[in-house]
């Protein structure tokens, strides 16, 4: 059963890694990383360790900085305690014989001030507030809440290179984690897409105008993480037609197209598609799919709410080397298993998916505990 979904996956060329099968646990923001401080805790390396089957693990996104961070509880990679925190994530994981990768974050404009030092404004390509965007926040009243985005302000031209070191220090910090992988998040209508965007970016100078420059700090943030990791073991996160966050980009199958050849020329390990899903837009065409396989040569990881038998389909078209879950790996730690035996899945709860405790998080029965209390 799914005999392409299930089979071995080798990542890179030198420096390569096997993940034992093909199934990926997309990267799920859950808000739970531990207080004050936003490092991951005992509960983070219980919920990765109990999903180590999968294939390759890609972590909950990551602020490479506080600037970077747009909602309440989520992990970051810039400070010795969070990464202390980690290397007891990847060391749980391996030691389960697992593959992980920590997704780079920087949310740019989709944040507020009351996450920001100081009070500081969130950082944008432009100062254009994101249309219908919301943030995660701890009011002033110690009072959780979703409330609008608040308009950023533009990045200086020699503030940049800063954001680029950001970049650099958190694939450092990865790699003295011992992470497998980093993933480079340039999706979802964060930092990188809002620079690539042509409604979010109005920029005149060399990071605004043309689609080469619109991708210059996705390709200057990818090329930062291949400096520290190799890029044998550098993937990055696009998401095509995504329409959310205030996204309406005239050129996004161009610069998906673009940004395949420029990893394809780095070799970098994978290029992972995040499809519309929930933030809605136009499906991926075929012709379009064709043309990202014909571009890029490393492993394609798609994600778009697959079920196993679908999945198994698109390996076997060629189109994609591995599928990545997101909600049904939520619910069930041993979707591996579950995929294998063809078994019943566990249902997630949708209202626990955000902040809270074990409930809902590392609660979830495998096939074996629900047997035992059958």
Known sequence: MHQHLLSPLTLGKQDKLTLSNRVVMAPLTRSRAGQPGDVPRALNVEHYAQRATAGLIVTEATQISRQGQGYAWTPGIYTDAQE?????????????????????WHVGRISHSLLQENGAAPVAPSAIIAANAQCFVVQKDGTPA????????????????????????????????????????????????QFMSTNSNIRTDAYGGSLENR???????VDAAIAEMGADRVGVRISPHF?????ADTEDEAMALY????????????????????????????????????????????????????????????VSDAVAFGRLFIANPDLVARFAQDATLNTPDRTTFYGGEEKGY??????????ATA
């Not at 991708?215 to 943030?221: G, I, Q, S």
């Not at 064709?290 to 571009?295: D, I, N, P, T, Y």
């Not at 590392?362 to 047997?371: K, M």
Request: charged share 20%; proline share 4%.
């Open 362 to 371: 590392t609660d979830y029965p495998t096939l074996q505990e629900s047997a």
């Open 84 to 104: 202390a925190g980690w290397k007891q994530v990847t060391d749980a994981v391996h030691a389960k014989g697992g593959r992980i990768s920590l997704q780079l």
């Open 243 to 247: 329409v959310a966050h205030g996204i």
């Open 146 to 193: 979703n409330v609008p985005t608040e308009l950023p302000r533009a990045l200086a031209l020699e503030e940049i290179p800063g954001i680029v070191a950001q970049y650099r220090q958190a694939a450092m910090r990865a790699k003295r984690a011992g992470f497998d992988l980093v993933e480079v998040h340039a999706a979802n209508g964060y930092l990188l897409q």
């Open 215 to 221: 991708a210059r700090l996705t390709l200057e943030a």
């Open 259 to 318: 940004l395949a050849d420029a990893f394809n020329q780095r070799g970098i390990a994978y290029l992972h598609i995040a499809e519309p899903d929930w933030a809605g837009g136009p499906l991926l065409s075929d012709a379009f799919r064709g043309q990202l396989r014909a571009a890029f040569k490393g492993a394609i990881i798609c994600c778009g709410g697959y079920t196993a038998e679908e999945a198994d389909a698109l390996i076997a078209s060629g």
